[in-house]
């Protein structure tokens, strides 16, 4: 079956600007997740969600970056004024409930860069 | 305390050979310990897990041993082959199933 898919593959913008970054789970997984991944590093975790409230969003690094699920299957990370530093591989992870043991199946990732 | 240190940074073995990465953690909280393979431009994939009450989990090729009094875990590839050449992370998972990740050990088996 299908995976999970992540639109666009790749962003460029420039410095100031608005992005947003799209996450298609697997098809009837109530959780989804986003981590942000540097260059030469692990995944980091940025927001969860289970159904669609944000369930812990303790990794959102300040007040620009914003994440919804409305319908509880697609999800959209949301960056205002974007800096440098945001430049990043972004991953949208689906499982089927946050049970122990529930794989979390990871997307391809959006590249952003900002330039 | 909510840091896994992952070693080595990177690692070359060859053919047929045994490739060990190591992890350690602080936070006893974490309850599943998850071992992650990622290939160029794709996401990261599971490729084996264990839970904190077991010592040793094997599928295939594939070793997690596993150090709860250490607060240690290590993946073993036996029979290493050049397409197991990627980035392994390991992780720990906290309530909720947020997981925390190593900084990856990029593996190359030389063939």
């Known amino acids: 079956g299908a995976g999970v898919s992540q639109t666009p593959s790749n962003k460029v913008t420039e410095k100031g600007k608005y992005v947003e970054l799209r996450c298609d789970p697997i098809?009837?997984?109530?959780?989804l997740y986003w981590y942000r991944q540097s260059l030469g590093q692990g995944p980091e975790f940025l927001i969860y969600?289970?159904?669609?409230?944000?369930?812990?969003d303790s990794g959102l690094p300040n007040d620009r970056f914003f994440a919804v699920r409305p319908e509880g299957s697609v999800s959209t990370l949301k960056i205002q004024r974007t800096e440098r530093g945001d430049s990043a591989v972004y991953l949208c992870?689906?499982?089927?409930?946050?049970?122990?043991?529930?794989?979390?199946?990871f997307g391809p990732g959006t590249r952003l860069t900002v330039l | 305390q909510q840091q896994v240190k992952q070693s080595p940074q990177s690692l070359i073995v060859q053919k047929g050979g045994i490739s060990i990465i190591n992890c350690a953690y602080e936070n006893t909280a974490f309850d599943y310990f998850p071992w992650y393979q990622q290939f160029p431009g794709k996401g990261p994939a599971l490729l084996i897990a264990i839970r904190p009450d077991v010592s040793e989990k094997k599928e295939g090729r594939f070793t997690i041993s596993f150090n709860k009094s250490a607060k240690q875990f290590s993946l073993h590839i036996m029979d290493s082959q050049p397409g197991d050449s990627a980035t392994y992370f390991c992780a720990a998972r906290l309530v909720g199933n947020k997981l925390v990740f190593g900084a990856g050990t990029i593996l190359r088996v030389k063939s």
């Open positions: 969600f289970q159904g669609t409230g944000a369930a812990d």
């Open positions: 992870a689906s499982s089927l409930t946050l049970n122990l043991g529930d794989t979390q199946y």
């Open positions: 098809s009837g997984h109530t959780a």
